[in-house]
């Protein structure tokens, strides 16, 4: 990997991650605390403890997080661990000094504070993670088990902080879960949309005797590059040509009436494309050509 881009890359993480835990920690304490809802994970924890004891949060992240940083460390490398412990040291002093927030009380209504900040935890979670970052606690659960097994990472947060809210419903009641519920599910989901990317696109795949052209006229109308795959009918084993193209959302009515008009019988295939990286789309360092 080339050297000046590995540096600015990481510049680039452990900014994104910064700005995630200043979001993550406004979120916390500017819309959650006052109602005294709670958030997912290590946080969630030290929340429901901050609550009972008034044991400052940032303090307990951090004692909380030393036996998952060694984890990180063993099972996922030195990168990540030296990632996730930068993470934790920054969430951890934000989240308490942004105390002052709570006092300010934001929102009035628990509902749409709840609301609110789920929207802007995700925003949080979703800086941290957009370039592999980490602010530790579950993250590092959610960073072992991608890693070990590729799964969802909003997914598996939300599992694993669905029981801890199976605790807070027996310490602080029903409403308290559900309304913490609510803010996690908007976490989660928009963590994923803010990672794999808002503006989606999509791939299609055409299956044709008439494969060039079609992609003549899809590059010529549409203005897209067309890639020309080439593959085998199974059952009577005659080779085919497939065009592979990605497009917006835009441009896929256009495309399916150009390939209807050159081939009524072509097979066509629209699937989603959380995110496109590469000429013509958005490069790695976030640059559109």
Not at 87 to 95: D, E, I, N, R
Not at 100 to 107: R, S, W
Request: charged letters at 15%.
């Amino acid at each position: 990997m080339d050297c000046r881009f590995y540096r600015n890359y990481k510049l680039k993480q452990y900014v994104s991650v910064a700005i995630g835990c200043l979001v993550s920690s406004i979120a916390i304490n500017g819309f959650l605390v006052p109602h005294h809802l709670l958030s997912g994970g290590i946080s969630g924890i030290a929340l429901i403890i901050y609550y009972l004891f008034k044991i400052p949060v940032g303090v307990q992240i951090f004692a909380m997080n030393i036996p998952l940083l060694f984890a990180a460390y063993r099972l996922i490398g030195k990168d990540y661990a030296i990632i996730s412990i930068y993470g934790t040291l920054v969430f951890s002093v934000l989240v308490d000094a942004t105390r002052f927030l709570i006092a300010q009380n934001i929102i009035d209504d628990p509902i749409i504070s709840a609301i609110t900040g789920g929207i802007v935890a995700g925003i949080g979670a979703g800086f941290i993670f957009k370039l592999d970052g980490s602010a530790g606690g579950l993250d590092i659960v959610a960073g072992i088990i991608k890693k070990y097994y590729s799964f969802n990472v909003g997914f598996i947060s939300f599992s694993i902080n669905c029981l801890i809210m199976l605790c807070a419903a027996g310490l602080f009641g029903l409403k308290l879960a559900v309304l913490t519920l609510i803010a996690m599910f908007v976490t989660a989901n928009l963590t994923d949309k803010f990672v794999e990317g808002f503006s989606r696109k999509k791939t299609i795949f055409i299956v044709s005797y008439h494969a060039d052209a079609i992609a003549e006229v899809i590059i010529k109308e549409v203005g897209r590059g067309v890639t020309i795959l080439y593959g085998e009918g199974a059952f009577t084993h005659q080779e085919k040509r497939v065009i592979f193209v990605v497009v917006n959302l835009m441009q896929i009515a256009k495309i399916k009436l150009l390939t209807h008009s050159v081939d009524p019988a072509a097979f066509m295939i629209v699937q989603d494309a959380a995110e496109v990286l590469g000429r013509g789309f958005t490069l790695l360092g976030g640059k559109t050509i």
